[in-house]
């Protein structure tokens, strides 16, 4: 089992930059598929960015593409989403969200989820 901790939200004007991040506890973080999702008020809740076991694979959704890179530390239990030319429609709660056998973009097939952080982005 792992819990999940994110950190890094805040408010930030268009076109600028936030680093997020998701500290896992427990001792095989290294053996978890890790995403990144994002829900906006009102939205259903939609896949960012995951990351494979070792951070060689990584996957975007269209709309982040180029703007936000997903990365992974395993030394650290640590998972983060650095995010560049914020726009007013990226604002929204990130979580991040742990799986060992699911490695896609489906929420509901994640195991495990953080508390999320906040992401403001104004105009």
């Known amino acids: 089992q792992v819990q999940l901790v994110e950190s890094g939200g805040g408010l930030v004007h268009t076109g600028g930059s936030l680093r997020v991040s998701c500290a896992a506890s427990g001792r095989t973080f290294s053996r978890y598929y890790m995403g990144w999702f994002r829900q906006a008020p009102g939205k259903e809740r939609e896949f960012v960015a995951r990351i494979s076991w070792s951070g060689a694979g990584t996957y975007y959704a269209d709309s982040v593409k180029g703007r936000f890179t997903i990365s992974r530390d395993n030394a650290k239990n640590t998972v983060y989403l650095q995010m560049n030319s914020l726009k007013p429609e990226d604002t929204a709660v990130y979580y991040c969200?742990?799986?060992?056998?699911?490695?896609?973009?489906?929420?509901?097939?994640?195991?495990?989820w953080g508390q999320g952080t906040q992401v403001t982005v104004s105009s």
């Open positions: 969200a742990a799986s060992k056998i699911y490695y896609g973009d489906s929420a509901a097939s994640y195991d495990y």
